[in-house]
């Protein structure tokens, strides 16, 4: 490919992917911190769960808010501009004294995330021929993959010896990566085409109920919300939960690392069953297998059991949420797709509230980690017949 409009595929997996694997890095990095500042301000249960939320309710606002101006002014603009929220607000994070002032700040990070993955998803989908669209998405989702670990890899080797605040700092740079983008990266082509937007905000998401498209959003929303409710109810608490269950804070912080290598396979193998099976078939069996690694992993007693429940966990899971992301896009068109994909991120997000908060309350009322994930697994089998019952294949389509 050339001209300035077009790119090669793999240059624009690489450029929207590393700024995904940023997201994923602060999402990451957010979950070992919560463990250390517990240890540092002396936080309860409850307050720990309020840091994963107050992280969702900005992830809701920002996909909510993001994915409209994304339909008006453009995928890249939004995308760099959510990139650079998201990094500075981390960064300004680190300086923080008081709880407080945490939560505000963690608002504006979720903000910023919450708007640059399905606006990045949606660039992605819409620069990528119909036959190889959804596994260059779910490849654009193992980028997470590397962020987790990039996370994980920081708080082994950052937090015990420097602290959480020096990995926070670091979490600011991807803020440089923008100028890059800017320099390197073309808007959507079919965005191009639309030409200017013709329909209000009001009228967007009036469009995605209408009859046309109200099963499709139904099943989106469904999905959404148990996917991100189990996903931030366990993954933000994988590390504290090793610390509760009595390992040490450095050893916690090595198992989840353990844990999250096994996301790597999980995408990939996702990837290559896309085209081969379909968008329902990957996310219906993805969601199943993790529903069951929930079960065995919240009533995991020996240290084996934990280690190869957790990462089938998260192979599943992360597989899952690669076909969801190559799957949401491709249900409206271009000129309410952004719009479309970030409200039902924006759902989800509300889920990701209470899942954080749920665990908190649960532990501090003394109820056992088999219970906490019981839940999680029947959320997830709720998603599973909403993508059975109500969605439709959209294997090798061409986006309208």
């Known amino acids: 490919m050339d001209g300035n409009n077009k790119i090669s595929r793999n240059k624009l997996l690489g450029l929207a992917g590393?700024?995904?694997?940023?997201?994923?890095?602060?999402?990451?990095?957010?979950?070992?911190?919560?463990?250390?500042?517990?240890?540092?301000?002396?936080?309860t249960p409850s307050e720990m769960g309020w840091i994963g939320s107050v992280n969702s309710i900005g992830m809701a606002v920002g996909a909510f808010s993001f994915g409209l101006l994304a339909d008006r002014i453009g995928r890249k603009a939004v995308f760099m501009a959510t990139l650079i929220l998201f990094s500075v607000a981390s960064g300004l994070s680190a300086l923080t004294m008081t709880l407080t002032a945490f939560l505000i700040l963690r608002f504006l990070v979720g903000a910023g995330l919450g708007g640059e993955?399905?606006?990045?998803?949606?660039?992605?989908?819409?620069?990528?021929?119909?036959?190889?669209?959804?596994?260059?998405?779910?490849?654009?989702?193992?980028?997470?993959?590397?962020?987790?670990?990039?996370?994980?890899?920081i708080a082994y080797f950052i937090i015990p010896s420097f602290g959480w605040r020096i990995a926070l700092i670091i979490t600011a740079l991807p803020a440089f990566y923008?100028?890059?983008?800017?320099?390197?990266?073309?808007?959507?082509?079919?965005?191009?085409?639309?030409?200017?937007?013709?329909?209000?905000?009001?009228?967007?998401?009036?469009?995605?109920?209408?009859?046309?498209?109200?099963?499709?959003?139904?099943?989106?929303?469904?999905?959404?919300?148990?996917?991100?409710?189990?996903?931030?109810?366990?993954?933000?608490?994988?590390?504290?939960?090793?610390?509760?269950?009595?390992?040490s804070m450095i050893q916690s912080f090595g198992y989840v690392l353990l844990m999250t290598l096994a996301q790597l396979p999980g995408y990939f193998s996702a990837a290559w069953l896309i085209e081969r099976a379909g968008r329902k078939f990957v996310l219906a069996t993805y969601l199943l297998g993790t529903a069951a690694?929930?079960?065995?992993?919240?009533?995991?007693?020996?240290?084996?059991?934990?280690?190869?429940?957790?990462?089938?966990?998260?192979?599943?899971?992360?597989?899952?949420?690669?076909?969801?992301?190559?799957?949401?896009?491709?249900q409206y068109p271009t000129a309410i797709r952004a719009t479309g994909s970030g409200m039902a991120a924006a759902v989800g997000r509300i889920g990701g509230i209470f899942g954080?908060?749920?665990?908190?309350?649960?532990?501090?009322?003394?109820?056992?980690?088999?219970?906490?994930?019981?839940?999680?697994?029947?959320?997830?089998?709720?998603?599973?017949?909403?993508?059975i019952t109500l969605g439709t294949e959209t294997k090798q389509l061409e986006l309208e």
Do not use: H
């Not at 700024?19 to 936080?43: Q, R």
């Not at 992605?124 to 962020?147: M, Q, Y």
């Open 117 to 153: 993955l399905p606006v990045a998803s949606t660039l992605v989908s819409e620069s990528v021929e119909a036959k190889e669209r959804g596994r260059v998405v779910v490849l654009l989702e193992s980028f997470w993959a590397a962020g987790w670990l990039l996370a994980a890899l």
């Open 178 to 247: 923008a100028i890059y983008l800017r320099r390197n990266l073309p808007d959507s082509p079919k965005f191009k085409a639309s030409g200017e937007p013709k329909q209000s905000a009001w009228a967007k998401m009036g469009a995605i109920w209408s009859p046309q498209y109200a099963r499709r959003t139904l099943m989106l929303w469904i999905v959404w919300f148990t996917v991100v409710f189990s996903y931030y109810g366990m993954f933000l608490w994988l590390p504290s939960v090793m610390v509760l269950k009595g390992f």
């Open 356 to 387: 954080p908060l749920l665990v908190g309350w649960l532990l501090a009322a003394d109820y056992g980690f088999g219970l906490i994930f019981a839940i999680f697994c029947g959320a997830i089998v709720i998603g599973v017949l909403a993508v």
């Open 18 to 43: 590393t700024g995904w694997m940023f997201d994923a890095m602060d999402v990451g990095i957010l979950s070992f911190v919560i463990a250390a500042i517990a240890i540092d301000w002396n936080l």
């Open 293 to 330: 690694s929930a079960l065995f992993f919240g009533n995991a007693e020996t240290l084996t059991l934990l280690l190869v429940s957790g990462a089938l966990l998260s192979f599943f899971n992360l597989g899952a949420w690669g076909a969801l992301y190559a799957y949401s896009p491709e």
